[in-house]
Every structure is written in structure tokens, then in C-alpha cells.
């Protein structure tokens, strides 16, 4: 008889043709909505499945884990970022994690210029003006921003969406630097134009412009904090594409309202939808929806990387993009 089909569960909607393809090679449960699981619902999904995939919403925790059972063999994240699951619980419970690394890079990297750009040049400042029909014509002093050839570029965080991003500040003119836990190799140093800064807080005192680039991990939970915020010059900006819990929110709201930091471009938030509310009244920040990675091209490849992690896994062999938690 030929072996029973492979049990995925799927927690959110995903592109069309990738649920297609899963349909036709495993017993998928799909979703009809898009709403966020709870963690009952994610824990009894996990009891009944043999491949869960998950995503940035799904929070997954030793508990749940535990409370899972014993089918779960395999968690193919569908995305880069594996912060929301307890990798270390999971492979001592036997259960792989895989993830979808590079995906992301090239869309998270353009939505980052787009929010320097957006900030240094107050494009949003300009489009209420435009939208409110208030604009009576050009004039030499109104909505003046900032150059960005010639700035400092300080880039916390160089991998691939780090390195990404120093590619297309050169293009603009920046002068680029980084901070990293490790330095770059000297060829790729010089291909990029980059400066490696061993200490953030000298970094970050300098720069014009600061973009996170960071995973969120124990050693990067507020490496942004009040202390190292006040280091920044007062016309500096700082733009977030990675995790939100890198920046101490709080401590940059309170800079950014006294006008302690010039500008802010945010897609993503320290306690996830729940944003500080004084956020959203200033002029001197752009929030987005976490969309950095929002393409249709970058979604598909997304999905043919869960594809192929659930089956390689399916035929016997190590999904090609597990995640080793000694690597995390």
C-alpha cells in the first residue's frame, strides 16, 4: 500500500499557487480567513499535524510545545525570521525547524531606502499637504529636508538584508559604516565601501543616519536603549525594517517628541500591533504595517522554500534550510 500523504498544517493564507502546489503534494489544511491563531488553536494544530507552517504571528513556546505531543516532526516557518519559535525546545522534543532565508533580502533592503528617503525628505509631510489640498505653490524654505549623498550611513546589523542596504546607500552617495558582531571579511569590506565601527556607541555619535538590521535575539533586545539613543546627533534619523525589539520604543518616542532625533521610519514595533499611541502624532516619523517584505515575488519564494524543507523532509533527508540552533 502506498504510504499515507504527509499532514501539514498551513496557520495563515498564502499565494495561491503555493497552496496549490501543497495541496497536490500533501493532506494540507488550509486557511479560509487570515485571522491570527491563539495559542489553543496553534497547540491543537500542532497535536494534529505532522508538519506545522507557521509565521511572524505564530508564537510558539516551550509550553505549547510540550502540550503538542509527540506527531509534530517538523516546523517549516514560512519566513526568514525564526524569533518567534523556541528553536532550543523543539529539536530536544525531536521537531525540526526549517526557515526561508534570502527571501527576504532585496524587498526588506528597497523598503529601507524608501523610509530613509522618506524620512530625510519628508515625503509624508508633503503628501498631507497635497492630499488636504492646503499647497499653494513652491516656495525656497518649505518642507526642506536633507541630502543623502555625503551622510553617514550607520548600518546595525550587516547580513544579507545589512549588506543589501549598504549596496544601495552607495548608489545614493552615503558614506557607509557598520557595526556587526563580526567584521566582514576585507574583500567584502571593500566591495561594499564599508567601515566597520567595533563600538556602536562611537558608531551611532556619528552617523546621520542609523538603520537596524538586526534579529531580534537576547544580546539585541534594546540594543538601541535610552542611554545609546541620547548618543545620536540631534538631526539624525534611524530607520527599523528588522524587529522592533531591538529599539527601546518608549525611550525613542520620548527623544523623538522632544526633539532630541530628528526623524524615525518604523515598519516594525516593539510590542507587535500595539504601537505607542504618541507615535502616531508626530510629523518627524513614517510607520508602516511591517511591509518590508511585502512583494508578490518575495511572498512565492517564500513558499517555494517551505515547499521544497517539507519536501525533502517528506523523502527521508535534512531540509535544506534547517535551522541549527547553536547558529542562532
Known sequence: MPAQPLSVVVTRRLPEPVEARMAELFDVKLRSDDLPWTKTQLTEAMKSADVLVPTVTDKIDANMLAAAGDRLKLIANYGAGIDHIDVHTARQRGVLVSNTPGTVTEDT????????????????????????????????????????????????????????????????????????????????????????????????????????????????????????????????????????????????????????????????????????????????????????????EGRLEMGEKVLINIKTFDDGHRPPDLVVPGML
Request: proline share 4%; hydrophobic share 45%; aromatic share 4%.
Open 109 to 296: 533592503a528597497d523598503m529601507t531606502m524608501a523610509l530613509i528617503l522618506a524620512v530625510t525628505r519628508r515625503i509624508p509631510e508633503g503628501l498631507a499637504v497635497m492630499q488636504s489640498g492646503r499647497w499653494d505653490g513652491w516656495a525656497p524654505t518649505a518642507l526642506l529636508g536633507r541630502r543623502l549623498a555625503g551622510s553617514r550611513l550607520g548600518i546595525l546589523g550587516m547580513g544579507r538584508i545589512g549588506q543589501a542596504v549598504a549596496r544601495r546607500a552607495a548608489v545614493f552617495g552615503c558614506q557607509v559604516h557598520y557595526h556587526n558582531r563580526k567584521r566582514l571579511r576585507p574583500e567584502i569590506e571593500q566591495e561594499l565601501g564599508a567601515t566597520y565601527w567595533e563600538s556602536l556607541d562611537q558608531m551611532v555619535a556619528r552617523m546621520d543616519i542609523i538603520s537596524i538590521n538586526a534579529p531580534h535575539t537576547p544580546s539585541t533586545f534594546h540594543l538601541m536603549n535610552a542611554r545609546r539613543l541620547k548618543l545620536m546627533k540631534p538631526e539624525a534619523v534611524i530607520v527599523n525594517t528588522s524587529r522592533g525589539e531591538v529599539i527601546d520604543e518608549n525611550a525613542l518616542t520620548r527623544m523623538l517628541r522632544a526633539g532630541e532625533i530628528a526623524g524615525a521610519g518604523l515598519d516594525v514595533y516593539e510590542h507587535g500591533t500595539a504601537i505607542n499611541p504618541r507615535l502616531r502624532d508626530l510629523n518627524n516619523v513614517v510607520l508602516l504595517p511591517h511591509m518590508g517584505s511585502a512583494t508578490g
